[in-house]
């Protein structure tokens, strides 16, 4: 017979560590958002870029500012859940 073990809680510390870090990277992904944006702006009119680069970058931009709000999002449930 298979007997499951309980599932215990991470520590949490491990839990707030972990939420640092989901911070940090939401941080980055912000600052990858602004970089593209960047980019993309310096190419709007640029006579050598494709037309389609500067709405790409964009795109991408903005999938990078999602990313930051759903890994914010994630350290505040672990926060929350590292409180109870």
Do not use: F, I, K, N
């Not at 990858?32 to 993309?40: D, E, F, I, Q, V």
């Not at 870029?49 to 790409?56: D, G, Q, T």
């Amino acid at each position: 017979m298979v007997t499951e073990s309980p599932r215990t809680m991470p520590p949490v510390d491990a839990l707030l560590d972990q939420a640092g870090s989901l911070r940090a990277d939401a941080d980055l992904m912000d600052g990858y958002a602004r970089r593209l944006l960047a980019t993309a702006a310096a190419l709007d009119g640029c006579a050598a870029a494709p037309e389609w680069s500067a709405p790409a970058l964009e795109r991408q931009a903005a999938a990078c500012g999602t990313a930051a709000e759903q890994l914010r999002s994630a350290a505040q449930a672990l926060l929350a859940h590292a409180r109870a």
